[in-house]
C-alpha cells in the first residue's frame, strides 16, 4: 500500500494540473438548451448564459411559463427561444432539439434541469410518484442527450450539465421518489463522463442542496400537505441551510466553462456528502432519526401544490426569502 502511494499522488497531481492548464469553454456564441427553463434555476441559468454572450433555448411543458420567461427575460434585455415539451416522451424530445438547432444552430451545451418534487411519507406515495421522478429525473435526460449526441459526436465538441441533487447522493425522508430519480440521473451522468471524454464531450454532474429557487409553491405535497409544506418551504428559507439561486447558476456556468465532472453546491451539502462517504450508517441513522420529527401520513394520498398548502406559519416571515425567489425566478402566474 506505501509503495502505491507515490503513483496514486501522481495521478492525481497530473490530472489537476492538465485541468488547471485546459483553457475555460468560450461560451460567447455558442448555442445552450436549458430544460425546465421556465422557472426556478432554469430561469436563473438561461440569464446567465445569455449574458456570457450565448444563445439560449428553454423548454417546459407549460407554455403560459414560457410565454412568460421569455417577457421576463427580455425585459431583463435576453432573448430566448422557447419551446413547450415534455421531454419525458422520446419524441417530444427530440423534436425540440431538432428545432432548437434549426433556429440557432447546433447545440454546444445542453443542460438538463427539468425536476419534479413529491413531498410526504412513503406510504403517501403511490407508483406514479415513483414512475413521474424517473421519468422526469432518467428518462427525459436519457432522451435529450441521445438526440443532441447526434451532432456533438460529429463535431467532436460539446458540454452536458445534469442538474441532479443531494437528494442523488443522500436518500432524504419524505423525498424517497424524488431520491429514486436523482440517484438514477447521478448514476448516469457520472458514467457518461467517462464514457464522452474519448470524444471530447464533457459531462458535469451538477449536485446542489437547498437552493432558494422559490419553488416550493409548485411541488407537490402529501399526506398531512401544510404540514409538509410549512417544513419544507421554512427550510428552503434558511439562509445558512440554503443557498441562493442565482449565485448557484453563476457556479453552475462555470463549471460547465472549467469542465468540471462534478460539483456540489452549498457547504452543507458538501459537508453532508463527506460524511456520507466516510460513515454511509452514520447518516442512514441520522435520516431516519430525523424522520421521527417529519409529519405523519394520515392516509392521505392526494397531492397538493404548495400553493394549495397555504398554513399559518407558511408563507410567513419564516418564508420571506422564499417567497421573494417565487416572485424573482417566475414561479408565480
Not at 25 to 40: A, P
Not at 223 to 245: H, R, T, V
Request: include cysteine; aromatic fraction near 6%.
Amino acid at each position: 500500500m506505501v509503495r502505491k502511494l507515490p503513483f496514486v499522488v501522481g495521478v492525481v497531481s497530473g490530472y489537476w494540473a492538465v485541468k488547471r492548464s485546459r483553457p475555460a469553454f468560450e461560451l460567447k456564441d455558442k448555442t445552450v438548451f436549458i430544460t425546465g427553463g421556465s422557472r426556478g434555476l432554469g430561469f436563473l441559468l438561461a440569464l446567465e448564459f445569455a449574458k456570457s454572450g450565448s444563445r439560449v433555448a428553454i423548454c417546459a411543458r407549460d407554455p403560459e411559463e414560457i410565454k412568460r420567461a421569455e417577457k421576463l427575460l427580455a425585459d431583463a434585455g435576453v432573448s430566448v427561444f422557447g419551446i413547450d415539451c415534455d421531454v419525458t416522451l422520446r419524441e417530444e424530445a427530440e423534436i425540440a432539439v431538432q428545432k432548437v438547432q434549426e433556429q440557432l444552430g447546433p447545440i454546444d451545451v445542453l443542460v438538463n434541469n427539468a425536476g419534479v418534487i413529491t413531498v410526504g411519507p412513503m406510504e403517501s406515495m403511490t407508483i406514479d410518484d415513483y414512475r413521474d421522478s424517473i421519468n422526469t429525473h432518467f428518462w427525459g435526460p436519457f432522451f435529450t442527450i441521445t438526440a443532441a449526441l447526434r451532432t456533438m459526436r460529429s463535431r467532436r465538441h460539446g458540454r452536458i450539465v445534469n442538474i441532479s441533487s443531494i437528494g442523488g447522493k443522500i436518500s432524504v425522508p419524505h423525498l424517497l421518489p424524488y431520491s429514486v430519480g436523482k440517484f438514477a440521473l447521478t448514476g448516469f451522468s457520472e458514467g457518461l463522463h467517462s464514457e464522452l471524454r474519448k470524444d471530447n464531450i464533457i459531462v458535469t454532474t451538477v449536485c446542489p442542496g437547498l437552493m432558494r429557487t422559490g419553488s416550493p409553491r409548485n411541488a407537490s405535497f402529501k399526506g398531512d400537505n401544510q404540514a409538509e409544506y410549512a417544513w419544507f418551504s421554512i427550510s428552503d428559507s434558511i439562509p445558512l441551510l440554503s443557498m441562493s439561486a442565482r449565485r448557484a447558476a453563476q457556479q453552475i456556468v462555470k463549471a460547465c466553462q472549467r469542465g468540471d465532472a462534478e460539483v456540489t453546491l452549498s457547504l452543507p451539502a458538501k459537508v453532508a456528502t463527506k460524511i456520507h462517504g466516510l460513515f454511509p450508517g452514520t447518516t442512514a441513522e441520522a435520516m431516519a432519526l430525523s424522520n421521527r420529527f417529519l409529519p405523519s401520513a394520515n392516509g392521505n394520498k392526494q397531492a397538493r401544490t404548495g400553493a394549495q398548502s397555504a398554513s399559518e406559519v407558511s408563507p410567513s416571515w419564516l418564508t420571506t426569502l422564499t417567497e421573494r425567489a417565487a416572485s424573482e425566478n417566475n414561479e408565480v402566474a
